[in-house]
T-cell receptor, first 115, second 114 residues
Framework: AQSVTQLDSQVPVFEEAPVELRCNYSSSVSVYLFWYVQYPNQGLQLLLKYLSGSTLVKGINGFEAEFKKSETSFHLTKPSAHMSDAAEYFCAVSFPHSSASKIIFGSGTRLSIRP | DGGITQSPKYLFRKEGQNVTLSCEQNLNHDAMYWYRQDPGQGLRLIYYSQIVNDFQKGDIAEGYSVSREKKESFPLTVTSAQKNPTAFYLC?????????????FGPGTRLTVL
């Protein structure tokens, strides 16, 4: 079955410390991968996406993610956290050769920043 | 500005009432989606539509209905048959090219049943 797992429901980090939010997926077919960010009472905003090509993807707000097919992972990282990064982050996967046009979302990781 | 709008931002409903949530996009996207978000559960797909006058049930369609009479609009009705409708509802759309496959989201509607 196809699924997305975000291993950590909450990740606390100190301001200026590095951030890593983990995402693993399960699929027997090729995938597209996404990270979205959600601030309280707002919609989801696309941070970055992997469709093909370079496995290291850079996004907005200094975030990047690396697609590792052998590990079926797409972890999100940032070298130095800012207070404004506090939000919920969702990993998602879609299937480019599927006619269903659906995206599967992980359950989310809440990132909190300590001063 | 191109984007997705949802209205209202906050909605209160009495038990037994049907309510309709609005979703409009001016991105010229073919596909549109409705999700429900509950704390700690991520997003769950209610309905989606890949083209005008066509739509499919998602994972949790019971108690909801939709229509897609225009490309720009995909309203969601929460019926009295939905037993636990209090949640945050998100609408999304996706462009026609499968090479992008990116969904873009509206700001959401928070529905509370009194």
């Amino acid at each position: 079955a196809q699924s997305v797992t975000q291993l950590d429901s909450q990740v606390p980090v100190f301001e200026e410390a590095p951030v890593e939010l983990r995402c693993n997926y399960s699929s027997s077919v090729s995938v597209y991968l996404f990270w979205y960010v959600q601030y309280p009472n707002q919609g989801l905003q696309l941070l970055l996406k992997y469709l093909s090509g370079s496995t290291l993807v850079k996004g907005i707000n200094g975030f990047e993610a690396e697609f590792k097919k052998s590990e079926t992972s797409f972890h999100l990282t940032k070298p130095s956290a800012h207070m404004s990064d506090a939000a919920e982050y969702f990993c998602a996967v879609s299937f480019p050769h599927s006619s269903a046009s659906k995206i599967i979302f992980g359950s989310g990781t809440r990132l909190s920043i300590r001063p | 500005d191109g984007g997705i709008t949802q209205s209202p931002k906050y909605l209160f409903r009495k038990e037994g009432q049907n309510v309709t949530l609005s979703c409009e996009q001016n991105l010229n996207h073919d596909a549109m989606y409705w999700y429900r978000q509950d704390p700690g559960q991520g997003l769950r797909l209610i309905y989606y539509s890949q083209i005008v006058n066509d739509f499919q049930k998602g994972d949790i369609a019971e108690g909801y209905s939709v229509s897609r009479e225009k490309k720009e609009s995909f309203p969601l009705t929460v019926t009295s048959a939905q037993k636990n409708p209090t949640a945050f509802y998100l609408c999304a759309s996706r462009g026609g090219s499968f090479s992008t496959d990116t969904q873009y989201f509206g700001p959401g509607t928070r529905l509370t049943v009194l």
